[in-house]
């Protein structure tokens, strides 16, 4: 007993000196071990169904970084014991590590010192301590609130079809799936494509996917305006000119890619008859638009990937890239680190000095943190499909598109992810792993470190040629 508890005590004290940073790295890590070591045990998988480590690992991973790649069907291959852990670990990649060990002390009654607060803090990028704990119970509030909405609506799908009790789970596990943007479904192999033109489901789908990937402060904001109008306190034609910049951009980006991305695929894939080419006209709309949103890190599909032509699946991987926006559970770079590289490199060639938008200046701190992730995410994303390339004998365009939906953590693939060796899905869990908690951790040591390092020294300067 003694031992253990010396063995508490000392990772008591290096956690205590570890950065947030480094505790949301490990804590992910460390969940996925767990996790895929339940996954692991024999009762997890289904009668006759044997989980080799690597797999029960991949599926941790895939789950706790919300992704959405699988190596097993997961409504064939995993017991109802596996699902619950599968769903258990969804809801925790979602919702984050920090937010979740917080959450769990409030429920417990105990007292979040400084550091929990300072923790909670830095992972939702707060400016102050103060108001910390009531901005992480409202998170968790709003997180249940929209899943039970989802799983309400998706009933009304699911239980006709599957009676009570399946379809109430059917409903759940999915909506909890879609609202984390995890992409994982127990329907089967084919996912939401037998529901292509159910209008309920692509809706209440579309709905969860694109209201979590706009971020809680934007609901938040939106929110606030909306009951200021309503209570008369402010005219709704100053709504839009009172939001937050944060708010506009992410409104702004959303509606753009959604919408663009939507009418693009719908004439892209209008007369593929591999896709949607035989489809009535109400579901080529549909799954036009469901693909236009689920790229964005939720990878469920309507659509098989692996038909679609070339200027669609080129079009899926940018809105990979891009993801959803900060402070939400969806991956990528973010809406708001793709919308500031643009406006800077249009700044720069009109010579601007500052990047500017919305009558508003983008500060050089943001500007820098924006360049470190996007830059990291394409050195991994190169590296990790030339790995992939070299272990795997797989295509280069499938390499791109796996590796491209593992690092904005989307879970879409072109029909290679079980086919995969043992070395292929060791690197592409490596990649959702990095996809995960990459960009987070990275811009927010960037962001940390331009705001202590002093602006008095300066080197000398000197010229180089660019471009």
């Given at each position: 007993?003694?031992?253990?508890?010396?063995?508490f005590?000392?990772?008591?004290?290096?956690?205590?000196?570890?950065s947030?940073?480094?505790i949301?790295a490990?804590?992910?890590?460390?969940?996925?071990?767990?996790?895929?070591?339940?996954?692991?045990?024999?009762?997890?998988?289904?009668?006759?169904?044997?989980?080799s480590?690597?797999?029960?690992?991949?599926?941790?991973?895939?789950?706790?970084?919300?992704?959405?790649?699988?190596?097993?069907?997961?409504?064939?291959?995993?017991?109802?014991?596996?699902?619950?852990?599968?769903?258990?670990?969804?809801?925790?990649?979602?919702?984050?590590?920090?937010?979740?060990?917080?959450?769990?002390?409030?429920?417990?009654?105990?007292?979040?010192?400084?550091?929990?607060?300072?923790?909670?803090?830095?992972?939702?990028?707060?400016?102050?301590?103060?108001?910390?704990?009531?901005?992480?119970?409202?998170?968790?509030?709003?997180?249940?609130?929209?899943?039970?909405?989802?799983?309400?609506l998706?009933?009304?799908?699911?239980?006709?079809?599957f009676?009570?009790?399946?379809?109430?789970?059917?409903?759940?596990?999915?909506?909890?799936?879609?609202?984390?943007?995890?992409?994982?479904?127990?329907?089967?192999?084919?996912?939401?494509?037998?529901?292509?033109?159910?209008?309920?489901?692509?809706?209440?789908?579309?709905?969860?996917i694109?209201?979590?990937?706009?971020?809680?402060?934007?609901?938040?904001?939106?929110?606030?305006?909306?009951?200021?109008?309503?209570?008369?306190?402010?005219?709704?034609?100053?709504?839009?000119?009172?939001?937050?910049?944060?708010?506009?951009?992410?409104?702004?980006?959303?509606?753009?890619?959604?919408?663009g991305?939507?009418?693009?695929?719908?004439?892209?894939?209008?007369?593929?008859?591999?896709?949607?080419?035989?489809?009535?006209?109400?579901?080529?709309?549909?799954?036009?638009?469901?693909?236009?949103?689920?790229?964005?890190?939720?990878?469920?599909?309507t659509?098989?990937?692996?038909?679609?032509?070339?200027?669609?699946?080129?079009?899926s991987?940018?809105?990979?890239?891009?993801?959803?926006?900060?402070?939400?559970?969806?991956?990528?770079?973010?809406?708001?680190?793709?919308?500031?590289?643009?406006?800077?490199?249009l700044?720069?060639?009109?010579?601007?000095?500052?990047?500017?938008?919305?009558?508003?200046?983008?500060?050089?701190?943001?500007?820098?943190?924006?360049?470190?992730?996007?830059?990291?995410?394409?050195?991994?994303?190169?590296?990790?499909?030339?790995?992939?390339?070299?272990?795997?004998?797989?295509?280069?365009?499938?390499?791109?598109?796996?590796?491209?939906?593992a690092?904005?953590?989307?879970?879409l693939?072109?029909?290679?992810?079980?086919?995969?060796?043992?070395?292929?899905?060791?690197?592409?869990?490596?990649?959702?792993?990095?996809g995960?908690?990459?960009?987070?951790?990275?811009?927010?040591?960037?962001?940390?470190?331009?705001?202590?390092?002093?602006?008095?020294?300066?080197?000398?300067?000197?010229?180089?040629?660019?471009?």
């Amino acid at each position: 007993m003694n031992n253990i508890k010396a063995v508490f005590h000392c990772l008591k004290k290096k956690t205590e000196r570890m950065s947030t940073a480094q505790i949301i790295a490990l804590g992910f890590a460390g969940v996925i071990f767990v996790g895929g070591l339940l996954l692991w045990l024999p009762f997890s998988a289904a009668q006759g169904k044997h989980t080799s480590f690597i797999d029960a690992m991949f599926t941790a991973a895939t789950c706790v970084c919300v992704t959405g790649l699988v190596t097993v069907t997961t409504a064939s291959h995993w017991s109802a014991f596996g699902k619950i852990i599968i769903l258990i670990l969804i809801q925790l990649g979602g919702m984050g590590v920090i937010s979740l060990a917080m959450g769990g002390l409030l429920a417990a009654r105990k007292r979040i010192n400084t550091r929990g607060r300072r923790m909670i803090q830095e992972s939702y990028n707060l400016d102050n301590l103060g108001g910390s704990v009531r901005l992480l119970i409202k998170v968790i509030k709003s997180i249940l609130i929209a899943e039970t909405i989802g799983a309400v609506l998706l009933c009304i799908v699911f239980i006709p079809e599957f009676g009570l009790v399946r379809g109430l789970c059917q409903a759940v596990f999915t909506s909890i799936s879609a609202f984390c943007n995890a992409g994982i479904d127990i329907l089967g192999e084919n996912s939401l494509m037998p529901y292509r033109g159910n209008v309920l489901l692509n809706l209440t789908v579309m709905g969860l996917i694109v209201t979590a990937g706009l971020g809680f402060s934007v609901w938040w904001d939106v929110g606030e305006k909306l009951k200021n109008v309503i209570t008369r306190k402010m005219h709704w034609t100053r709504m839009w000119r009172t939001l937050h910049l944060q708010s506009k951009i992410v409104l702004t980006m959303t509606a753009v890619l959604v919408l663009g991305g939507g009418v693009l695929i719908f004439l892209f894939e209008y007369n593929n008859p591999d896709t949607i080419g035989r489809e009535p006209l109400g579901t080529k709309l549909l799954a036009s638009f469901f693909q236009s949103v689920t790229t964005r890190t939720a990878g469920f599909l309507t659509i098989d990937q692996a038909a679609m032509t070339d200027e669609t699946t080129i079009l899926s991987l940018l809105f990979m890239i891009i993801g959803g926006s900060p402070m939400g559970t969806a991956g990528g770079i973010k809406t708001t680190t793709f919308l500031v590289l643009i406006l800077s490199a249009l700044c720069t060639t009109r010579g601007k000095k500052d990047v500017e938008i919305f009558n508003r200046r983008v500060k050089e701190s943001y500007l820098r943190s924006a360049v470190v992730v996007a830059t990291t995410a394409m050195v991994i994303l190169l590296l990790m499909v030339m790995l992939l390339c070299i272990v795997s004998d797989i295509s280069l365009a499938d390499a791109v598109y796996e590796i491209t939906s593992a690092i904005g953590t989307v879970g879409l693939t072109r029909g290679v992810t079980s086919a995969l060796n043992i070395p292929g899905k060791c690197i592409v869990i490596v990649t959702m792993y990095l996809g995960r908690i990459g960009p987070l951790t990275l811009g927010m040591a960037v962001m940390l470190k331009t705001m202590v390092q002093p602006e008095k020294t300066h080197l000398a300067e000197e010229n180089i040629m660019i471009g």
